[in-house]
């Protein structure tokens, strides 16, 4: 790192002069094997990102992966709270981000004091909270788990018990209406799943009548009861993989497109709009969050192996201990 002192990372990710005839994928391979680093990528995450990943996957997967790395440094191509799940598994590795920024809208949505005031007033109430939550959140949740494993988690509780779920409400309901459970909800919603209206994906199922609809549970009830099959990014992946359909209409994040067109060549994916434009064109829907890590941010981060994602040792204990909970439940 003999050129450290000529970048910035005041904006919470690196600035540095990256030459225009620099070959980034090739770089990034050459200094992940010099360094023995690995690429985590979700998704949600850029075509260019994907490419260079180790490994790619929702955010179940993604900490499975965490737990049994074998690498000095670890890059997590995501959001910021996936590259803290990363450092919780892995406090003795450097794990690294390629943009401090890339925040989300749940874990925004669910604060710290706010779920403590809410446990202290109902102390018989058992605490799950969704992996897009921060540190701090974890460390008081009893259990945490993904729209992956989110069912089954709740249905190997006692009936009896009482549980808030938390932050996200479609999610929530979801599990509820699946499990037969009155959960108590957190008012808090995905941004990107929010955006997605209920005549805009029935104006395309008009225009793709064979198509089937996979949503994700973070949609409004609305999209969900109109649609073929709701799950997780992996699960959605999976129905796929066992359909005999040819087409498909996909309301999630935008970038998942690049793994089911990777994976199935032979079959047809038209991604849900977040807005239409006009009779034949539309917005796709993208997490702005996701979109912030880009192949040259992904390039100079493991470069100069800043910016680092920091967790104190007491909180993250806390925090491991809801984390090791579900991963042994899933």
């Not at 990363?86 to 406090?91: A, E, G, H, R, S």
């Not at 008009?206 to 996979?214: N, Q, T």
């Amino acid at each position: 790192m003999s050129d450290i002192n000529n970048i910035s990372v005041e904006k919470g990710y690196v600035e540095a002069f990256v030459s225009p005839f620099t070959d980034l994928l090739e770089d990034i391979e050459i200094i992940k094997k010099r360094k023995n680093a690995l690429i985590l990528a979700h998704y949600y995450q850029n075509w260019a990102i994907q490419q260079a990943a180790d490994f790619i996957g929702d955010s179940l997967a993604l900490a499975q992966k965490a737990v049994s790395i074998d690498a000095d440094i670890i890059i997590m191509c995501g959001v910021h709270f996936m590259g803290e799940t990363v450092k919780i598994l892995n406090m003795n590795k450097k794990v690294l981000v390629p943009d401090l920024n890339a925040g989300c809208s749940l874990a925004q949505s669910c604060k710290e004091e706010d779920l403590k005031k809410f446990k202290s007033e109902h102390p018989d109430y058992k605490i799950i909270s969704y992996v897009n939550t921060t540190a701090e959140v974890k460390a008081i949740s009893d259990i945490v788990v993904t729209s992956g494993n989110a069912v089954k988690i709740v249905n190997s509780l006692p009936k009896e018990e009482k549980i808030l779920f938390g932050p996200d409400r479609n999610l929530g309901r979801f599990i509820n209406e699946k499990t037969g459970r009155k959960m108590l909800l957190w008012d808090g919603a995905c941004h990107v799943h929010e955006r997605f209206k209920i005549d805009d994906i029935l104006a395309l199922k008009e225009r793709h009548p064979d198509a089937l609809i996979l949503s994700h549970p973070e949609c409004k009830k609305s999209i969900v009861d109109i649609s073929d099959f709701t799950g997780s990014t992996a699960e959605m992946i999976k129905f796929v993989s066992n359909s005999s359909a040819e087409s498909f209409i996909i309301v999630t994040e935008e970038g998942i497109m690049n793994e089911l067109r990777r994976n199935f060549s032979d079959k047809i994916f038209i991604p849900a709009p977040s807005e239409f434009l006009s009779s034949h064109d539309y917005f796709c829907n993208e997490c702005e969050y996701m979109r912030l890590n880009t192949l040259e941010k992904l390039y100079l981060t493991l470069k100069y192996e800043l910016p680092e994602i920091t967790v104190e040792p007491e909180l993250a204990a806390k925090a491991k201990k809801s984390i090791d909970t579900m991963l042994s439940l899933s």
